[in-house]
């Protein structure tokens, strides 16, 4: 992955709006989990969403690469 058209697509509108979404998506499932609103599954549910949307709001280019780099010596 090159990192300038990573930039470019990280700090694109479109991407920031999406990237605030997740942020406020885990938000609220932190909250609804924090205040005993969600039990059992779906609790656990909430939970690897958050992660996921975090890990994904966080995904840096270089982890991509190595994603398919490693990949690719499979």
Do not use: C
């Amino acid at each position: 992955m090159i990192k300038e058209e990573y930039q470019l697509w990280k700090e694109h509108p479109q991407t920031k709006q999406f990237h605030q979404y997740l942020v406020d998506y885990r938000a609220q499932l932190m909250d609804k989990w924090a205040q005993g609103a969600l039990t059992g599954n779906e609790s656990l549910m909430a939970i690897a969403r958050a992660q996921m949307a975090d890990e994904i709001v966080n995904l840096d280019d270089d982890s991509i690469s190595e994603f398919y780099r490693n990949k690719e010596a499979v």
